[in-house]
């Protein structure tokens, strides 16, 4: 099914995979579903990062040290399309395991899952021929990150290749929260729509309704991940993992001031 945005703002929630359980990892993604999730990112464990701040980090030595792997993700992926089929579902990883997996296979078995799309942080789209011939061939969503700093000539090429949605990353960095909302994500987000009519999402320290909201003003959708894995670290370790999805999913519900509306 095509990604999509059932309100406005929509909400992307990050989810690291395996942390603290993939079973708790599920329980939490259907109760991010049900509290207003629009898509979900289903993150894939990886031990050299690049782009995650501390708190995710923690999170993926915790999924790791559980032996969570891709082939677990994409199995968990099939258990919340199965239980809530009108959820967007992204494969969010690094594209190292997705190699070692085989990327013919992945794609493949990605789209058997029930998985709309497919976030590889590291993967540019210079050098993505193949990765997209073989999502394509399966229609699966390529979702490229764009930056502040990317010239046109990368944005016009990420807006060709993308599908889905845009991610656009509100500053340059790695993930974490921040105080409040950049003027180079409003500035992004123009360029982008020189070239793309796509959904775009903006993402990286987005943590409160307040930073929702000023996306709201300027973009389609904003991309929660660090805010929400913190909260699953704080409350597993204070109240204990059984507490995670109600703890997040009452956090989801808050993220929308009350004048949030469904989208026409």
Known sequence: MPIRFDHKPGLVIYLTAGDPSLGATREIALAAIDAGADVLELGVPFSDPLADGPVIQRASERALAHGT?????????????AARPQAGIVIFSYFNPILRYGLAKFAEDAKA???????ATDM???????YLRELSRVDLAPIFLAAPTSPDARLEAIASHSKGFVYAISRVGITGKQQSMTADALALVERIRRWSRLPVAVGFGISNAEHVAQVAEFADAAVIGSAIVELIER???TTGPESAPGAVARFIKGLRLPHAAPAR
């Open 69 to 81: 792997r891709l082939k677990d993700v994409l199995a968990l992926a099939g258990e919340i399309r």
């Open 113 to 119: 899952a029930g998985v709309d799309g497919v976030l």
């Open 124 to 130: 540019i789209v210079e050098e993505a021929g193949e």
């Open 235 to 237: 409350t597993s370790m």
